[in-house]
């Protein structure tokens, strides 16, 4: 599998990049790509400790990272982030937003988020919640893809059978969503909206947006050690997180 996917991830940063000239190309096979934003001025995130894009790093990736490694013959390498605007971006083919509730994109960001989706990029953002949130994250992608509608995902997408079948939608709940329960079980606290999978394609059909939406996947993967946090939720996440970059790799 690492061959083949090595093959795809270099066709792929060449078709990204196209006429594009820049800094160095990535060193391994996959690197976990964070997206770097501004805040926008309503949601500064508290006690100066930087952006929101910041949330869950680095220890979200570093975990994940490992189970990268266990799980497949990826060759992978350290977690990166870049902004938008960096021409570095088109040698990744994956990259991961969360808290996008909060994000402020300019216009210039969101024609090369556009620009980076159609040549073959892959988005997948998380841990946003509730209708404020979402009416930020739909408004900006509808200035990204306005040819596109947000979706819920198709049971039939090639994304739940890409490495794992997925067929389970068991909520991923943040750490801070967690409650004791009955006898001292773990369970998570019921949110106002259900948890959605949702995405956006391109004309052919091509998955360019994964949407884990009232959920964070991010929480699952960092806090994967922790024994407080439920184990079916972790697995479910590490197997959402693999199909993505496997689907990122290969289409």
């Not at 990049?17 to 820049?22: D, E, F, H, L, N």
Request: aromatic share 12%.
């Amino acid at each position: 599998m690492a061959r083949g996917a090595a093959v795809c991830v270099m066709a792929l940063s060449l078709a990204l990049r196209a006429s594009q000239s820049g800094p160095k190309t990535p060193q391994a096979e996959f690197h976990f790509l964070r997206l770097e934003y501004t805040d926008r001025p309503d949601a500064r995130r508290p006690f100066g400790r930087g952006g929101w894009w910041l949330q869950d790093w680095p220890e979200a990736e570093t975990h994940f990272a490992q189970g990268i490694r266990r799980l497949t013959r990826i060759d992978t390498g350290e977690g990166r982030h870049l902004g938008l605007l960096d021409d570095r971006i088109f040698d990744y083919p994956w990259v991961y937003a969360t808290q996008v509730g909060y994000w402020d994109l300019s216009r210039a960001e969101a024609a090369r988020l556009r620009d980076y989706l159609l040549r073959g990029g892959f988005l997948v953002v998380d841990d946003f919640y509730g209708l404020r949130d979402w009416e930020v994250f739909r408004a900006t992608m509808q200035e990204v893809l306005p040819e596109q509608t947000i979706l819920d995902l198709r049971e039939d997408d090639p994304l739940f059978s890409v490495l794992y079948q997925i067929r389970e939608r068991t909520f991923i709940p943040g750490l801070r969503h967690l409650r004791r329960g009955p006898g001292g079980t773990i369970v998570a606290q019921p949110q106002t909206m259900p948890p959605t999978w949702r995405a956006l394609y391109d004309p052919k059909g091509r998955l360019l947006v994964a949407i884990n939406f009232n959920m964070d996947i991010g929480d699952a993967w960092e806090h994967a050690d922790l024994p407080e946090y439920p184990a079916d939720m972790t697995m479910l996440a590490y197997r959402f997180g693999l199909n993505y970059i496997l689907y990122s790799m290969t289409h």
